[in-house]
């Protein structure tokens, strides 16, 4: 295990924070299949819906359906959820 003196190595808290802010995604969720996709990171929730059509007209081509959207500020964990019964 290395050990990092955060002082020493420029650490820099303010850029750190900066980082873990939360930024504007597009939440996609389909019933066919069950998934939820996140798009982005966007900088303002404009920008996440100037792009939103794109995604849906590309889930539709692969045959996804019962599509719903939302536009949120958020950190997803994973860009697509795969829900499996």
Not at 1 to 17: E, L, P, T, W, Y
Not at 20 to 45: A, H, L, M
Not at 60 to 77: A, M, V, W
Request: aromatic share 12%; glycine share 6%.
């Amino acid at each position: 295990m290395v050990s990092i003196d955060r002082k020493s190595q420029g650490f820099n808290s303010a850029k750190f924070n900066k980082r873990e802010i939360k930024q504007w995604w597009v939440e996609v969720n389909t019933d066919v299949p069950r998934c939820t996709y996140y798009f982005g990171p966007f900088n303002t929730s404009q920008e996440a819906r100037e792009h939103q059509a794109g995604y849906v007209e590309d889930l539709i081509e692969e045959g996804s359906g019962q599509i719903t959207l939302n536009i949120k500020k958020c950190r997803p964990q994973a860009l697509t959820i795969e829900v499996f019964y």
